[in-house]
């Protein structure tokens, strides 16, 4: 079964730009969670969605949003790109949103901005 | 809010001795446990689960980690390190005290000796 597959891997941009990551999830899977990672914050939650439908959200930005399409692919979009945004974004996904689910996760994409 | 807490962000030891990550976290209420590890360039993997029943859950590649209530512990152990091992090591906990998402620690680097 193929896994989580996230793309790009790599990605630069700069400042004021804006950026769509996209994230294909585990076949069967409807849950999809995103984190940003970075060395100083280390793994941030940044917003789950099941069926469409965002369940839970963390304390980033508006700047930070994301959807969910109906055979549960999803994006996330930042906007006006900031110095701060540089990390790896990953992508999780699971069989249904229960917190026992455990999440398995893609390679992540790695933002670089400039 | 509830945290989890790794206890040393760097940890070394000889190729063949034992492995102990120490994973801590602060809930009344025992949260779901989970340890990842992740490799450089790489994503998450689960390495093991704890959510009901036996406290000693034994995972992939030789791992395995005791939940134990009284200490509000789950640490990691391996009775023998391989230099493969050598990676990032992140344990994470889910629940209702914690917003029902994934809350990861701050990750513990092994590095193995030969």
């Known amino acids: 079964k193929a896994g989580v597959t996230q793309t790009p891997r790599y990605l630069i941009k700069t400042r004021g730009q804006q950026v769509t990551l996209s994230c294909s999830p585990i076949?069967?899977?409807?849950?999809v969670s995103w984190y940003q990672q970075t060395p100083g914050q280390g793994l941030q939650f940044l917003f789950e969605?099941?069926?469409?439908?965002?369940?839970n959200k963390g304390n980033f930005p508006g700047r930070f949003s994301g959807r969910q399409f109906s055979n549960s692919r999803s994006e996330m979009n930042v906007s006006t790109l900031e110095l701060g945004d540089s990390a790896l974004y990953l992508c999780?996904?699971?069989?249904?949103?229960?917190?026992?689910?455990?999440?398995?996760f893609g390679n992540g994409t790695r933002l670089t901005v400039t | 809010a509830q945290s989890v807490t790794q206890l040393g962000s760097h940890v070394s030891v000889s190729e063949g001795a034992l492995v102990l990550l120490r994973c801590n976290y602060s809930?009344?209420?025992?949260?779901?446990l989970f340890w990842y590890v992740q490799y450089p360039n790489q994503g998450l993997q689960l390495l093991l689960k704890?959510?009901?029943?036996?406290?000693l859950v034994k995972g992939i590649n030789g791992f395995e980690a005791e939940f134990k209530k009284s200490e509000t512990s789950f640490h990691l152990t391996k009775p023998s390190a391989h230099m493969s091992d050598a990676a990032e090591y992140f344990c994470?906990?889910?629940?209702?005290?914690?917003?029902?998402?994934?809350?990861f620690g701050a990750g513990t680097i092994l590095r193995v000796k030969s």
């Open positions: 999780a996904s699971s069989l249904g949103p229960g917190v026992g689910s455990p999440l398995h």
């Open positions: 076949s069967g899977h409807r849950s």
């Open positions: 969605y099941f069926s469409e439908t965002q369940r």
């Open positions: 809930s009344s209420v025992p949260p779901y």
């Open positions: 704890y959510t009901t029943g036996a406290t």
């Open positions: 994470a906990v889910s629940g209702a005290e914690y917003g029902n998402k994934l809350v």
